[in-house]
């Protein structure tokens, strides 16, 4: 089973970030994104891909211009998430074969990264839209979109946005802080997945 639960490893460094990807494995979350505002990333990516492309699907965030989706292509990511709807970058990731999740805050947002070919929208930042935000927009979407809400959800509200219809979340530091160790992510990932199947079930 993948959860829709992207962990979100911003600041990560090539020389930590295969414990910290084995700890999240082992917890149940297999989406893993390295934002491309950490250090070296294109590495940290490559030696996700390499070491676990066949665990995991390893993807890339804060994706701002097609030449970088080019690159995460070439190196074997799955999927790229950015902060902002670009219908450029959407149709260079639907052109290479990955998954493609725009940031959306508003209906416009929402129906220019569906017209472009998004396959997931992710509802950023979250804790300015809030539950009753996405529950308001969720009733013009088409009832089939994916939508993963990210910053501002965690454990505590997992219910709320469920009920407002999110599909999925991006999890960042609930999960991990520039110089974590895997000891100390794994017991979060741990009770961030067992909080998410009591609410999804």
């Excluded at 917890?27 to 066949?54: C, H, K, M, Q, Y």
């Excluded at 805050?105 to 569906?114: I, K, N, Y």
């Excluded at 992510?185 to 009591?198: I, M, S």
């Amino acid at each position: 089973m993948t959860r829709p639960l992207i962990a979100i490893l911003r600041g990560v460094t090539p020389a930590e970030v295969e414990p910290i990807a084995r700890a999240l494995i082992d917890a149940g979350i297999t989406l893993i994104e390295v934002p491309l505002n950490s250090p070296d990333p294109f590495e940290s990516i490559r030696r996700l891909v390499d070491r676990f492309g066949d665990t995991a699907m390893i993807g890339a965030g804060t994706v701002l211009e097609p030449e970088q989706v080019d690159r995460l292509a070439g190196i074997g990511a799955k999927f790229v998430v950015s902060p902002d709807c670009n219908p450029q970058v959407i149709r260079a990731t639907k052109a290479a074969g990955m998954t493609s999740c725009p940031g959306v805050m508003t209906p416009s947002d929402c129906f220019a990264a569906l017209r472009a070919g998004a396959d997931v929208l992710k509802l950023f930042p979250g804790s300015l839209i809030g539950p009753g935000g996405l529950k308001a927009i969720r009733a013009v979407l088409p009832p089939d979109t994916q939508v993963y809400a990210v910053g501002g959800a965690g454990p505590a509200n997992f219910a709320d946005w469920r009920a407002a219809g999110a599909d999925g979340f991006g999890i960042g530091t609930a999960l991990y802080h520039p110089g974590d160790t895997a000891a100390e992510v794994a017991p979060r990932a741990a009770d961030l997945v067992a909080r998410f199947d009591e609410v999804f079930g």
